[in-house]
């Protein structure tokens, strides 16, 4: 087979795609689209029925992408990614026949292939294109009423964020633009300040505030999201240890980790160097999960997070609830307290919401049987915390208490209870 195309499924490699595709750009663009198309949940799909399965289905994609594009470039960039250099006349038709293909292929599997649509220029580099394509396939990862969608100028000031945030990482660590705040969280039995969540926030020199929801995401998918979680765990320590010297009170404090993190540094190597430097007891420190540690394979994290735990750390699930796999991450991981996210209380009245009632019980009375504590983010209102006391919540969080702050003046607010 030639070395220009991919060993899996023959289609071109990523290599030879921008090679072909930017040769027939330069020559005339006039009329061309670019599809990218991207498999949901290809690695939980791997986790279910094993590689070859998973090969398998790619060899499809392809041979149903050359059907569907016969005359046109198509290539395997990587993994579940796919790119076709196409006419724009039929492209959106052509793109959706690409689902009902696969569709038809595995009735008994719900298999969905997102497609991003982008129309070059003349003498357009191939690369941003492609970029294009896939920022526009990303968008409607959530969106699951839809399959494709064509890139539009907002996405692109996206992009240029995105970018942005990858360029400056470096410096907005180096110079404080990166810093950690802290939100308070209170024990509801007796209404005091036990601990204290640390939120990073970033006070760009050029953009302004750049909002979490914007730069988690980019680190995530970049794989840089370690290097921002290990700044947040050092400047915690430190903040810490500059009260402990000042003979000034402390409070356990929990960081995020990201599920990446365990993959892409020694992360408990990491934690154990900051806690050592800076004299911190292990029992000061929480590590926080997101749920969304259910979308991979469980065995590299759930070693982390018995090696945290079998070390005297307390590893926290945070966002329970707001994603699909709530009660597979219960069953395959061991937490001590689970952060139910209040968000999806938004719209519901509590006063006459049975079924919102309902929903937060039950889950609540489960992490009881599991030996798990349970801790309500999200609180807004005196009504939820109300309601999240009287059927036994043991800690909550939320405006209603604080917004993120810096850490002394947590216990500026008087009920912290001191450790």
Request: include cysteine; charge should be negative; proline fraction near 3%.
């Amino acid at each position: 087979m030639p070395p220009e195309t991919d060993k899996l499924t023959g289609l071109l490699t990523r290599t030879a795609f921008h090679e072909q595709a930017g040769r027939a750009m330069n020559s005339d663009s006039e009329g061309l689209a670019l599809i990218w198309f991207n498999l949901d949940n290809f690695k939980m799909f791997n986790k279910r029925f094993g590689f070859p399965r998973g090969d398998e289905l790619l060899r499809e994609i392809a041979a149903i992408i050359r059907v569907i594009f016969p005359n046109n470039l198509s290539a395997r960039f990587s993994d579940d990614n796919f790119a076709v250099l196409t006419d724009w006349a039929s492209m959106e038709i052509n793109s959706n026949m690409v689902q009902e293909y696969l569709y038809a292929l595995h009735e008994d599997i719900t298999l969905r292939l997102r497609a991003g649509i982008y129309f070059p220029s003349s003498g357009e580099d191939i690369r941003s294109c492609c970029d294009r394509a896939k920022l526009a396939a990303d968008s409607i990862r959530k969106n699951h009423s839809v399959n494709s969608c064509m890139f539009h100028d907002a996405m692109s000031r996206e992009l240029e964020l995105q970018q942005h945030i990858l360029d400056n990482l470096d410096g907005a660590i180096q110079n404080g633009a990166i810093r950690v705040l802290y939100q308070p969280i209170v024990r509801l039995s007796t209404g005091e300040i036990c601990e204290a969540e640390a939120l990073a926030r970033w006070n760009d020199g050029e953009l302004g505030t750049i909002s979490p929801a914007d730069f988690i995401p980019t680190l995530e998918e970049y794989r840089e999201i370690h290097r921002l979680d290990i700044h947040a765990l050092k400047q915690v320590c430190r903040d810490y240890r500059a009260r402990s010297l000042k003979g000034l009170p402390v409070l356990p404090v929990s960081v995020n980790l990201s599920r990446l993190d365990f993959e892409l540094c020694d992360i408990l190597q990491e934690v154990e160097l900051a806690v050592t430097l800076n004299e911190i007891p292990r029992n000061m420190l929480r590590l926080e999960i997101t749920e969304s540690i259910g979308d991979e394979d469980t065995t590299v994290l759930n070693l982390g997070i018995e090696r945290f735990r079998a070390m005297g750390y307390e590893v926290w699930m945070d966002d329970f609830g707001s994603g699909y796999s709530s009660l597979n991450v219960l069953k395959d991981y061991n937490f001590d307290t689970i952060k139910f996210d209040m968000k999806f209380l938004h719209g519901f009245d509590i006063k006459k919401s049975e079924k919102a009632k309902y929903i937060i019980s039950s889950n609540l009375q489960m992490a009881r049987l599991m030996g798990m504590q349970a801790l309500a983010e999200g609180v807004e209102t005196a009504e939820q915390l109300e309601y999240l006391r009287s059927i036994g919540f043991d800690k909550a969080q939320g405006y209603y208490f604080g917004r993120p702050m810096n850490l002394d003046e947590i216990f500026s607010l008087g009920r912290a209870s001191e450790k």
